[in-house]
């Protein structure tokens, strides 16, 4: 693997997180808003995951292999709690 091939693979690695990320605070937002509106099991939920999301977006900096999919379980988790409401 030659430097630019490295570099391109980083910078996919890059813009992939970012879209993982904006996809995640949209979805958090949008979970947020129908919280306002939800029932305490959704909200004992949220409490559970809430902090989880948090770590995720911190270890996203760190641009691995290992965030990205953190990153992916994280969306596939909040997708599910927005379904729910």
Same mark, same amino acid.
């Given at each position: 693997?030659?430097?630019?091939? =490295? ?6 690695? /890059?813009?992939?997180?970012? /879209? ?5 605070? =949209? ?13 305490? @099991? ?5 409490? /559970? ?5 948090? @770590?995720v ?11 990205? &999919?953190?990153?992916a379980?994280?969306?596939? &988790?909040?997708? /599910?709690? &927005?379904?729910?409401?």
């Open positions: 693997m030659n430097h630019e091939t =490295t570099n391109r693979t980083a910078a996919e690695l /890059k813009e992939e997180l970012k /879209k993982g990320l904006e996809h995640l605070r =949209t979805l958090r937002d949008e979970v947020r808003v129908r919280l306002h509106l939800a029932g305490m @099991d959704a909200r004992d939920e949220w409490n /559970k995951l809430e902090p989880h999301l948090f @770590d977006e911190q270890a996203a900096h760190e641009a691995t292999e290992a965030s990205r &999919r953190a990153v379980e994280a969306v596939e &988790r909040l997708k /599910k709690l &927005r379904q729910s409401l």
